[in-house]
């Protein structure tokens, strides 16, 4: 892993007066996989499309694979990939032909661009349909097809904005598979998702972005860890009993009983504390019955930071851009 | 050279859509048909009493139009031409391209040689089509001077119709709606058609519409095409036409002036254009 391959600080874009993206400053190392978590209409996109030169940068400073969007876009064009939100599929083309249009867009020559053709289209199971158009292809297979479109041309940094939205859960499970390959291979990825578990699963890093703000970054682990609100459930011969041996320890933040057992949270790292809190209990004569952790999910964060869940972000579909 | 990419997808799109490349060479046919054919018979009626100077070279009014329509044909198919850039921009194509490492005026220019080119092939359509209902086009020429005749006036086509092709990129570039494209072109392609010498000798206008039609490319065309279809020299609806070397010369200049200003205008546009 080397330096930064994205150095953004400070970048700010309002569309007529609306402040879509409010000065947001994060870097992303070259070989990561890197991810915006975020609901609809967080900013998530319109920052994409400033990193990628669709969008003029008005304010703040971004360099992508060391080049400045604003003064050397050619450069920062030759030097990404981008998988839009939307369907970008020409209708009436082959699936090999859109294949081809991209890889020449680029200047892959002829025979490189050719066997690349074939190689991506076998990854991503599509080498059936090399002579179907596109409009003929499911939904997934058309998302499939972009995402070999994004590969091709082995970009140093691929933008996914929202890889897998409308995919089926066994696709979705294929695409992180060909995302963290492609990774490996040496690309960092920057995608944008909100789907908890697919940041959760390929980020090495995240931010979480609402109302155009980076209200934290890290990852997975530490953002769930900074929580520090690992839930232990216990079932015991006395509830009650355990309960009151648990209150003077001081990792546990609260205990609650619950009609099945008592719910014991924890300030600290949960997997840590377990031992501690068994050894009370069973010091006090009370047998266990049954021990559960639990520790924070995505939605968790999510909800601690924001303020509220992400709810029908699921079924929003592939609207917005 | 990453024009040819946007050529090649754009002519992909252009044999695929069977109906659009049907359409778009039976239309100049069904004018040559019906509007020439009904008209020759009358035009020619009423000016076979004009007398024409004996041993002049005089066409009748079928082989007189037939320039007209190509012309037309060329101006219309021009005009529509950068429609591609409209309906890539809707359905979100044009990001690919706009993120892509190409040059972003590489993509106006694709997109216009390959209108240039479906112009092409409706005029050499026509000509074929036109030489068959009895347009007496390169009257006795020998076929060196056929070739000859058939370059010059796609030169002619050629830079006229990528004239129009980029005034009609920006336009696609600014508007929102293909009907907005509809709009503009209807509202330029009449006066344009009406204040030329593409149906009708401009020799009658009134001062007025003369001047204007000295503005008008489209009168440049047809005079380059008359010259290299008909010759240098003829009679036509009771008009002496005589066209020199300079004539020819300042034409093409007027067409070339044209274009390089539309192109001037389009690279603007494109390099100015946000598309997301
Ligand atoms: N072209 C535009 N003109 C005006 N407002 C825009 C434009 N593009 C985006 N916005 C606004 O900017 C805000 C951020 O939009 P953006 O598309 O970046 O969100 P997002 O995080 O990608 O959301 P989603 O998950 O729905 O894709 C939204 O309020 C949106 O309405
Ligand atoms: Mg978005």
Redesign the interface.
């Known amino acids: 892993m080397g330096g930064d391959i994205i150095e953004v600080e400070n970048l700010t874009h309002a569309f007529d007066g609306f402040q879509a993206v409010k000065g947001i400053s994060f870097s992303v190392r070259e070989g990561e996989i890197f991810s915006f978590l975020g609901p609809n209409g967080a900013g998530k996109s319109t920052t994409i ?1 400033v990193l ?5 940068l008005q304010s703040g400073r971004v360099r992508i694979a060391g080049y400045d969007v604003a003064r050397e876009p ?1 450069r920062v ?2 030097s ?1 990939g ?1 998988v ?1 939100q ?5 209708r ?2 082959t699936v090999r ?1 859109t294949m081809e ?2 890889g ?4 892959i020559p002829r025979d490189e661009r050719r066997a690349k053709i074939e190689e991506m289209l076998g990854i991503v199971k599509l080498t059936g349909k090399r002579d179907e158009r596109t409009k003929n292809l499911s939904g997934g297979m058309k998302r499939r097809l972009e995402i070999a479109r994004g590969l091709m041309t082995q970009p140093q940094v691929l933008f996914l904005d929202e890889p897998t939205i409308g995919l089926d859960p066994q696709t979705r499970l294929k695409m992180w598979d060909y995302i963290e390959q492609v990774n490996e291979a040496g690309t960092t990825i920057f995608l944008t998702t909100h789907y908890m578990d697919e940041a959760d699963t390929l980020s090495d890093r995240i931010s979480i972005i609402d109302h155009g703000e980076i209200v934290t970054t890290g990852t997975p682990d530490s953002l769930k860890n900074a929580l520090g609100e690992d839930v232990i459930y216990l079932e015991t011969t006395d509830n009650r009993a355990a309960e009151k041996a648990l209150g003077s320890l001081k990792s546990v933040r609260n205990t609650m009983a619950s009609p099945r057992g008592l719910v014991v949270t924890i300030t600290e790292d949960g997997s840590r504390c377990l031992p501690a809190v068994i050894d009370r209990v069973r010091g006090e004569g009370i047998a266990i019955r049954s021990v559960n952790l639990k520790k924070p999910s995505m939605d968790d964060v999510f909800v601690h930071y924001t303020g509220r869940e992400l709810r029908d972000t699921g079924e929003a579909g592939r609207g917005g ?1 | 050279m ?1 024009f040819l ?1 946007i050529y ?2 754009d002519m ?2 252009f044999v ?2 069977r109906a659009l490349l049907f359409s778009s060479l039976l239309q100049p046919a069904l004018w040559m048909a019906f509007f020439g054919v009904a008209m020759s018979s009358n035009f020619d009626r009423l000016t076979s009493a004009v007398p024409v100077p004996a041993g002049a070279f005089s066409v009748e009014y079928l082989t007189f139009m037939a320039a007209g329509v190509i012309a037309m044909t060329t101006l219309f198919t021009s005009l529509f031409g950068g429609i591609s850039l409209l309906f890539d921009k809707n359905w ?2 044009m ?9 972003r005026t590489d993509i106006m220019i694709g997109i216009s040689l390959s209108g240039m080119t479906k112009s092409f092939i409706q005029v050499l359509i026509i000509m074929v089509f036109g030489l068959l209902i009895g347009v007496n086009f390169f009257p006795g020429y020998p076929p060196l001077q056929i070739a000859y005749s058939v370059l010059g006036l796609l030169l002619f086509v050629g830079v006229f119709s990528l004239g129009f092709l980029f005034l009609s990129s920006t336009i696609s570039m600014r508007m929102e709606s293909p009907e907005g494209l509809q709009g503009v072109i209807t509202l330029l392609t009449l006066p344009l058609f009406f204040v030329s010498n593409a149906l009708y000798p401009i020799q009658a206008f009134p001062p007025f519409l003369q001047a204007l039609s000295v503005l008008n490319p489209l009168t440049y065309l047809v005079t380059g095409i008359r010259y290299f279809t008909i010759g240098s020299d003829f009679f036509a609806i009771g008009t002496h036409y005589s066209y020199t070397a300079i004539d020819i010369l300042i034409a093409f200049g007027a067409l070339a002036t044209f274009t390089t200003v539309m192109y001037a205008v389009a690279w603007q546009t494109f390099r100015k254009a ?3």
Do not use: C, K, Q
């Open positions: 499309n990628i030169t669709l969008l003029p050619a064009r030759e990404i981008v839009f939307n369907e970008v599929l020409d009436d083309l032909e249009f991209h020449r867009l680029y200047g851009s | 990453a990419t090649w997808r992909i799109r695929r859509f979100g194509l990001r690919e391209m706009m993120a892509s490492p190409i040059p946000v598309i997301t």
